[in-house]
């Protein structure tokens, strides 16, 4: 486990919002003399966006004006890496600094599964709060709430509270999956203590309508899976009764999280704050606001992105009218690869038209192959980070150790690597290997190579996605400098260097926390 060895001196004091980085905390600061004040931190997280997708990445088919101005800003990587290629194991990841495959229990969880982080275990944002920051979550938690038995009509704890946050306001899990409400401060909001919410992941209510019984209902079809409970014209997964003044709309979902992200900064811009901001885009199910449905011409998954893009644009807004703009530190990602259609009946994959969402990259969510983890990734604080592109490999799971040792924290930790350098743009050596997990294994990077071993299971996702698992069993290795579409497998060719990352890989996997 991660442990918090030392606190910076004066961090906790109320003089924290005027405290200068001491030089050395700053690679790269301009000047002994000129070193910023504590930057804010601002991690902005897609659901399902992936490497192709946004036009500073190589779209042509879709524009995304706002995300393409921060990687103007700022320096775009092309080896960025989430640890996972589903959600729950890269939020994970992202937020203990901790592989999430050490934990069996961090895989994709029902809305309803208990907290999955260890309550008053080091985490990001606790860490951040102990340097003195004010923190805050909004949007997908999607990390388990509660302790196994979740009553949603009263306080729901441990939650993001628990774990080093000062704030949150979030959705449970997906927006596919109930209870289709939001949650401040641990309580449902909107909540009418007359019409109290009931969940259940193994059978429905009676007298509740479900997508087989009342197909009428439904205003989009569901193409596998999410065809229980009916909220908003749409089947999600698992059951949910009652809560009617509290569900949310879909369509007003991204203007929701954007607003409450704009308010806590407005409330915090006196002191340094830590937020992350947790987008839903472009997760199923897809439902813009009718601002921007239609206006990409790819369909609702277009539509999302596009609208995802312009909450973007409107945050950045918000930091620089309460003058924010040139001491935060913005960074955007996204949680695992790209999918098209994942439980929904929404032409994604018909109105793509020639747009390719993992762009050059193999593959997408749910597998091994690079488009499952390779993302955007991009990193903005002017004046200390010079705009430009870098080939580093760098890993969200690396944001604990790295802003640790920006702020002169010093931490003890097996996973979480300091690639700071790297991250402001300071080098071009991140991280020198990797291990990333797809449904249910992993894979490893190690400089420009990638091996996946020998894996049983079928070669692409099972349940109707149109993404290939990278299971074969046979041996597979990659030179990703001149094969960054992992098209010719090299291992016969390349036996030495086979033996060679397979003994560095097993070496990882065998080490424990």
């Keep these: 486990m991660n442990t918090l060895r030392k606190k910076i001196p004066g961090l906790v004091s109320a003089s924290m919002a005027s405290l200068m980085l001491a030089p050395s905390c700053t690679p790269g600061s301009q000047s002994e003399t000129s070193s910023p004040k504590t930057p804010n931190i601002v991690i902005i997280y897609a659901d399902d966006l992936g490497y192709g997708d946004v036009s500073c990445y190589g779209a042509t088919e879709l524009k995304t004006p706002n995300i393409d101005k921060l990687a103007g800003e700022g320096v775009r990587f092309?080896?960025?890496?989430?640890?996972?290629?589903?959600?729950?194991?890269?939020?994970?990841?992202?937020?203990?600094?901790?592989?999430?495959?050490?934990?069996?229990?961090?895989?994709?969880?029902?809305?309803?599964?208990?907290?999955l982080i260890e309550p008053g275990s080091v985490t990001l944002p606790s860490m951040l709060k102990e340097a003195g920051y004010r923190t805050g979550i909004v949007g997908k938690w999607h990390l388990g709430l509660g302790e196994g038995s979740i009553n949603w009509n009263e306080e729901v704890k441990p939650g993001p509270r628990q774990v080093g946050?000062?704030?949150?306001?979030?959705?449970?899990?997906?927006?596919?999956?109930?209870?289709?409400?939001?949650?401040?401060?641990?309580?449902?909001?909107?909540?009418?203590?007359?019409?109290?919410?009931?969940?259940?992941?193994?059978?429905?209510?009676?007298?509740?309508?479900?997508?087989?019984?009342?197909?009428?209902?439904?205003?989009?079809?569901?193409?596998?899976?999410?065809?229980?409970?009916?909220?908003?014209?749409?089947?999600?997964?698992?059951?949910?009764?009652?809560?009617?003044?509290?569900?949310?709309?879909?369509?007003?979902?991204?203007?929701?999280?954007?607003?409450?992200?704009?308010?806590?900064?407005?409330?915090?811009?006196?002191?340094?704050?830590?937020?992350?901001?947790?987008?839903h885009q472009p997760h199923a199910p897809r439902v813009p606001h009718p601002r921007f449905a239609g206006k990409s011409g790819l369909g609702p998954r277009g539509d999302v992105i596009v609208e995802a893009d312009w909450c973007i644009g409107e945050f950045m807004k918000t930091l620089k009218e309460n003058g924010l703009d040139e001491n935060t530190i913005v960074i955007f990602s996204s949680d695992n690869g790209p999918v098209a259609d994942d439980g929904y009946h929404d032409e994604s994959e018909t109105l793509m038209g020639n747009h390719t969402p993992a762009g050059p990259l193999r593959s997408g969510k749910y597998s091994l192959y690079d488009g499952g983890t390779r993302v955007p990734f991009i990193v903005r604080w002017p004046g200390q980070v010079k705009p430009g592109v870098s080939d580093a490999m760098v890993c969200?799971?690396?944001?604990?150790?790295?802003?640790?040792?920006?702020?002169?924290?010093?931490?003890?930790?097996?996973?979480?690597?300091?690639?700071?350098?790297?991250?402001?743009?300071?080098?071009?050596?991140?991280?020198?290997?990797?291990?990333?997990?797809?449904?249910?294994?992993?894979?490893?990077?190690?400089?420009?190579?990638?091996?996946?071993?020998?894996?049983?299971?079928?070669?692409?996702?099972?349940?109707?996605?149109?993404?290939?698992?990278?299971?074969?069993?046979?041996?597979?290795?990659?030179?990703?400098?001149?094969?960054?579409?992992?098209?010719?497998?090299?291992?016969?060719?390349?036996?030495?260097?086979?033996?060679?990352?397979?003994?560095?890989?097993?070496?990882?996997?065998?080490?424990?926390?």
């Design 78 to 115: 092309t080896q960025g890496y989430c640890t996972s290629a589903t959600c729950t194991p890269s939020r994970y990841g992202m937020l203990t600094g901790q592989y999430p495959w050490r934990n069996k229990r961090a895989q994709v969880l029902p809305g309803d599964a208990p907290l």
């Design 165 to 279: 946050f000062d704030y949150d306001f979030i959705m449970a899990a997906t927006n596919d999956r109930v209870p289709t409400v939001y949650l401040e401060k641990g309580h449902v909001v909107g909540l009418d203590q007359n019409d109290p919410i009931e969940v259940n992941y193994r059978e429905n209510f009676e007298g509740e309508p479900s997508v087989p019984e009342n197909p009428e209902l439904i205003k989009m079809k569901s193409s596998h899976g999410h065809d229980n409970s009916i909220v908003n014209g749409i089947g999600r997964i698992g059951f949910m009764k009652g809560g009617e003044s509290a569900r949310w709309i879909d369509e007003n979902m991204a203007d929701t999280f954007l607003v409450r992200a704009q308010k806590f900064v407005e409330l915090n811009k006196d002191e340094p704050f830590f937020l992350y901001y947790a987008l």
């Design 396 to 513: 969200q799971m690396d944001f604990l150790a790295s802003f640790a040792s920006l702020l002169g924290i010093q931490i003890e930790t097996k996973d979480s690597e300091d690639i700071l350098p790297a991250l402001l743009g300071k080098t071009e050596k991140g991280r020198e290997d990797l291990v990333v997990q797809g449904m249910r294994t992993t894979a490893y990077r190690n400089g420009d190579w990638s091996l996946i071993l020998p894996q049983k299971g079928p070669k692409m996702v099972p349940w109707g996605v149109k993404n290939e698992t990278g299971f074969d069993t046979d041996v597979q290795l990659y030179n990703l400098a001149s094969d960054i579409g992992q098209k010719v497998n090299v291992a016969e060719e390349e036996v030495e260097k086979v033996k060679e990352l397979t003994t560095k890989y097993q070496e990882i996997l065998d080490d424990e926390l």
